[in-house]
C-alpha cells in the first residue's frame, strides 16, 4: 500500500509540473470555504500543489532562504479564524517554511549523504554550497494577525487543555484536514505538516502537526494544540515536541508510518504552553460571550460537516476527539 500511494504522489507531483494555465486557472481551481461562528470566521483555501516553474514558484521561493522546498507544497493552501474586532491565527506553507534551519543540516547522519546522492541529479542540488535542514523540521504554531490596537497578547501559563472535554462527542458544525506540504526525503521518509480544525457550538480546537520520518534514523512528532471556549477571553495553545531515533523504539514496525500511534512512544523533548490573551474590546453588544453557532442556528439542528474522518488526536496520539 505505502508503495502505491509513493507512486500516486510522484504522479501526481509530475501532472502538477506539467499542467499549464496562468495563475488565474489556477486560482479557479481552488476550492474556499467559509464559516461564520458568533464573532469569528474561519477561511479554508485548498487548492493546487505549487508549481516547478514560473512565477508562482519564484515568489514563493524569493520569500525563503531555503536552497530547496519540499515536493510537495501546497503554497496557496489557507486555514483562517478572524475574530470581528481583526484579530485571529492562521495557518500557511510560507511561514511553517521561514523556520526550517536554511544553513545547518539538523541530522549529522549517514542518511544525510545517502540523501544528497539520491538527488545528484537534481539542479537544485548541484548548486547547494552550503547544508541546511534537509528534513525541513519546523516549530511553526500557526501565525497571529491583528492591528496595532487588536493584537492577541502570548503569556506562559499553567493552565492546560481540558481534554476530557474535548473527548465528549459534541456536534461537529465544521472541519477541515489540510496538508501544507510534504517531502518524502529522496525515498528514505517523509516530512509533512498538516492542519486540522473541528467547530463546536461553543468552542473550537486545533491540531497542527509535523510528522518527520528518516528511515532507520529517527521519527520526531512537533505538535501543536489550540483550544477556545466561547466564554473565555482567551485562546489555550499547548506546543510539545517528540522524537527518538529508530532503533531505540521498541515498537511494530508498522507503527513507524503511523503519526497518531508512533507519538505515544516518543520521548517530549520539548513543551511550551501559552495563553493567547484578546485585546480589551469597546463592544457593548457583547459578542465575544456569544455561542459559537451561526446566527440564528438552533444547536439541535446543526448537522455535522465533513463527517468523515473528524477525529483530531487530543492528547499523546490517542485518537479520540
Known sequence: MSRILSLFKHCH?????????????????????????????????????LKSE??????????????????????????RLEHSAGFGLEFNALDALRLVDPRNDLLKVAVSDAWRQARSDCEHIKDVIKPFDWTYTTD????????????????PTTERIDLEKLKKRDKIM???????FEDELADNGTSEL??????????????????????????????????HEVDQDYILREYSSRDNQIKDLKVSPHLLTEPNEIVKHLTIRKEEFH???????????????QSLLPDGQDPSQSTETKSQDTNITTSGGSGES
Request: proline share 4%; hydrophobic share 40%; glycine share 6%.
Open 140 to 155: 511553526y504554531k500557526g501565525s497571529l494577525f491583528g492591528t496595532n490596537e487588536t493584537q492577541l497578547k502570548v503569556e
Open 275 to 289: 495563553k493567547l490573551i484578546f485585546p480589551v474590546i469597546n463592544d457593548t453588544s457583547d459578542n465575544t460571550k
Open 13 to 49: 507531483i509530475f501532472l502538477s509540473k506539467m499542467m499549464g494555465g496562468d495563475s488565474t486557472a489556477a486560482k479557479a481551481r481552488s476550492v474556499t470555504e467559509k464559516f461564520q461562528f458568533g464573532p469569528w470566521r474561519c477561511t479554508s483555501i485548498k487548492s493546487h500543489i
Open 194 to 227: 498538516n492542519v486540522k480544525i473541528r467547530i463546536m457550538p461553543s468552542s473550537f480546537f486545533i491540531l497542527l502537526r509535523l510528522f518527520m520520518r528518516v528511515d532507520g534514523v529517527m521519527i520526531r512528532v512537533n505538535e501543536t494544540r489550540i483550544y
Open 174 to 180: 465544521f472541519y477541515e484536514d489540510m496538508l501544507l
Open 54 to 79: 514560473g512565477p508562482d514558484r519564484e515568489r514563493f521561493e524569493s520569500q525563503l532562504e531555503l536552497p530547496q522546498v519540499p515536493e510537495m507544497v501546497f503554497a496557496d493552501n489557507l486555514l
